[in-house]
């Protein structure tokens, strides 16, 4: 049993598999983040891969998510296991129009397991209800992933209607932006205050936010 069996159960698309190799990893000790990168994301990564090349579809990379969805169930506990008073709240979707939401709820876990309350949109959510939530909650950040180029506009459309409502509703959040597509000089170009590479990223990035 190793990490590389996880590769190929998510491969496989098999979530019975994946659920069986992650509770025996986290039993035999291994490192959760091993776990994530070289078990199951680099597996979609490469189902990703294949996808552009044209050999796998749309059906195939939803099965193989949805392996990876089940293993994450599992590490779930792991990342958020925290009894720490909130360091801030943050409030989490992907953008509208963009229904992935695998990185973005890693993201989400990591961050609630760095101490932050978490307000999670879930996929396709419009600027108003980022707005609608950050307001409700009183929440320090509004953090947006998107893994479709097209997310980017949303993204760019959707911090020029938060900053307006920063002055038209008396609020003061501030909006981080992750996934594949964006970058720190995508980020500062549409006058984001910050760029997650990845979800410890995020984590880092969201403290130094609320500071
Ligand atoms: Co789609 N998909 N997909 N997909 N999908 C990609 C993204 C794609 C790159 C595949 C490819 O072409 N190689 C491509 C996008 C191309 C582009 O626009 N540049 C693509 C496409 C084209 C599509 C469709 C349009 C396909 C179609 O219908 N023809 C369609 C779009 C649907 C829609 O959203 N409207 C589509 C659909 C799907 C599924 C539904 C089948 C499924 C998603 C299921 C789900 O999420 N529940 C799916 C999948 C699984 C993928 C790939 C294979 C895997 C994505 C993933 O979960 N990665 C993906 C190819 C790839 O990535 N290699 C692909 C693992 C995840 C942990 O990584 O989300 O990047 P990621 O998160 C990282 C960082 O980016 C960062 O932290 C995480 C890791 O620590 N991060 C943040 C993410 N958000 C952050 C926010 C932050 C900070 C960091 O702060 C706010």
Redesign the pocket.
């Known amino acids: 049993m190793s990490v590389s069996d996880i590769y190929t159960a998510v491969s496989e698309y098999d979530d019975e598999k994946v659920t069986e190799l992650v509770n025996a990893e986290v039993a035999a000790g291994t490192d959760v983040q091993t776990i ?1 990168n070289d078990g ?2 680099a597996a ?6 294949k ?2 090349e044209g050999t796998l579809f ?2 195939e ?2 099965m ?3 392996a ?2 089940a293993g994450l169930e599992i590490i779930r506990p792991l990342l958020i296991d925290t009894g720490v008073k909130p360091v801030g709240c943050v409030v ?1 979707g ?1 953008v509208k ?8 709820n ?2 989400a876990m ?1 961050l609630e397991g760095a101490g932050f309350k978490i307000v999670d949109l879930g ?2 959510v419009d600027a108003d209800q980022f707005i609608d939530a950050a307001h409700e909650n009183e929440a320090d950040l509004i ?9 980017m506009p949303e993204m760019e459309k959707a911090v020029v209607v938060i900053d307006e409502a920063n002055s038209t509703r008396n609020m003061n959040v501030k909006v ?7 970058s720190q000089d995508f980020a500062e170009r549409i006058g984001a205050s910050g ?8 984590v880092d ?1 969201a403290r130094g936010l609320v500071q």
């Open positions: 994530l199951m994301i979609l990564d490469e189902i990703g891969r996808f552009s749309v059906p990379m939803l193989a998510a949805e990876v969805q989490i992907t129009g963009d229904l992935h939401d695998i990185g973005k890693l993201v990591m996929t396709d953090a947006m992933s998107g893994l479709l180029t097209t997310s981080m932006v992750g996934g594949p597509p964006v760029y997650g590479i990845d979800a410890p990223g995020a990035l």
